[in-house]
């Protein structure tokens, strides 16, 4: 294609290997998205049915049925697995592993608990409903925060590519320079290194873990 072979071994890696695991990630976010959304208001779907008497595998059967999306498969994983002798809350660390979400372990760990001590399960997941909750409340609350800077790092990264776009189709002849000549195309390499730094850094700052 014309391109040094450096190149063309950097699209080669980012084509089979960069973009694939990007798109994967992303796939993987909106599902676990989805799964919070959803996950409250099953445990408490959960809790009613058990307080009404039913046997906890039945009342995850029940979920399963009720609830579509993650949530729904998840249990009925979980409960396909104890139909075939699986302990219950072993089939629930089981699919940890493929939500691995801080929710999911809690759930995991309070059928562990509710299996080895008999204690209230109902109690439990009813406590695990609020802090999922609270959680996604203190989400929301860091995003309205942080929104002016989300909204500062935003356009300190976009201006140079629009400024450059702008001269690019208004004044040609200024901008050229940069990728007629070998002294050109090395600044502008550089500042596209730098500015994608500097874009890392900010996402960084502003990237809360909860």
């Known amino acids: 294609m014309g391109q040094p072979p450096h190149i063309m071994v950097a699209a080669v890696i980012i084509g089979l290997l960069g973009f694939p695991r990007?798109?994967?990630?992303?796939?993987?976010?909106?599902?676990?998205?989805t799964f919070l959304e959803e996950f409250p208001d099953a445990l408490e779907a959960t809790v009613r049915l058990l307080k009404a008497g039913m046997?906890?595998?039945?009342?995850?059967?029940?979920?399963?049925?009720?609830?579509?999306?993650?949530?729904?498969?998840?249990?009925?994983?979980?409960?396909?697995?104890?139909?075939i002798g699986v302990p219950l809350h072993e089939a629930a660390v089981e699919a940890t592993r493929r939500m691995p979400l801080t929710e999911m372990q809690m759930f995991a760990t309070g059928l562990s608990i509710q299996a080895q001590t008999g204690s209230s399960l109902s109690e439990v997941l009813m406590n695990?409903?609020?802090?999922?909750?609270?959680?996604?409340?203190?989400?929301?609350?860091?995003?309205?925060?942080?929104?002016?800077?989300?909204?500062s790092a935003s356009i300190i990264g976009a201006l140079p590519v629009l400024v450059?776009?702008?001269?690019?189709?208004?004044?040609?002849?200024?901008?050229?320079?940069?990728?007629?000549t070998g002294t050109g195309k090395f600044l502008l390499t550089i500042s596209v290194g730098m500015m994608?730094?500097?874009?890392?850094v900010m996402k960084q700052m502003i990237n809360f873990k909860i």
């Open 128 to 151: 695990l409903s609020g802090v999922i909750r609270a959680r996604f409340r203190l989400k929301r609350k860091i995003k309205a925060l942080s929104s002016e800077a989300v909204a």
């Open 55 to 83: 046997p906890v595998s039945e009342a995850i059967s029940m979920i399963a049925r009720e609830f579509e999306g993650p949530v729904g498969e998840e249990m009925d994983r979980i409960y396909d697995k104890q139909k």
């Open 164 to 180: 450059a776009t702008g001269m690019y189709f208004t004044n040609y002849e200024y901008i050229e320079v940069l990728f007629t």
């Open 22 to 33: 990007f798109v994967l990630k992303r796939i993987t976010a909106k599902r676990q998205k």
């Open 196 to 200: 994608a730094f500097g874009i890392f």
